[in-house]
């Protein structure tokens, strides 16, 4: 996660090699200096690359991310930015991992990426609610008091041919959700959801 800061003089650009910030061997110079301030890795949050992360649109401070494998995970960040020094952190608040709807389909799901490793996580709703999918199956969670209650979102894919394509919450209403599939696009009003 960065921070990006503008100088008014260029800056030496500092990368990364493991967890430690280096100079570059050639003294690159830049007005833009990136500011990485939290490390999230795969091992943290499941083992598999990164497939989706979005922040929460109600509180700022929290992202969600979810990897190939359909593993979720919910962070809150803490720390504050103080010139040229910053003490940020990234703790996990809940996580979780989309059940497995395609089992007859022989896919060995201990150590490979879910279909083609595509997944998305999008908040809606509220600032506790959001929802996880990978090709094939969507779930709608809500944290509550420490707890994570799942609902299962059923849009009726009977064709192994129609895969889920995207998912966006509504800018009109925060409560409507829009799935586009391969066919189809489902319009979904989550108020109507149980509490």
Known sequence: IFRPQYHRTPVPVIGLHGSDHVFPHRSLKS????????????????????????????????????DERGNWSVWELSGRHRRNKGNWAAVSVNSGSLPWVDLGDG???????????????EWVGDVNSFIVSDRRCPMLYRMESGEVYPYTVELGLKRRSEWILDIKRSSANVSHVFILTTTRIFWLDLTSCPE
């Open 107 to 121: 896919q060995d799901i201990d150590d490979h990426p879910r279909h083609d490793g595509w997944a998305a996580i």
């Open 31 to 66: 007005r833009l200096d990136a500011n990485p301030l939290v490390d999230i890795s795969i091992e943290q949050t499941g083992g598999f690359a990164h497939a989706d992360v979005t922040f929460n649109p109600w509180y700022q401070k929290q992202l969600a991310i979810v």
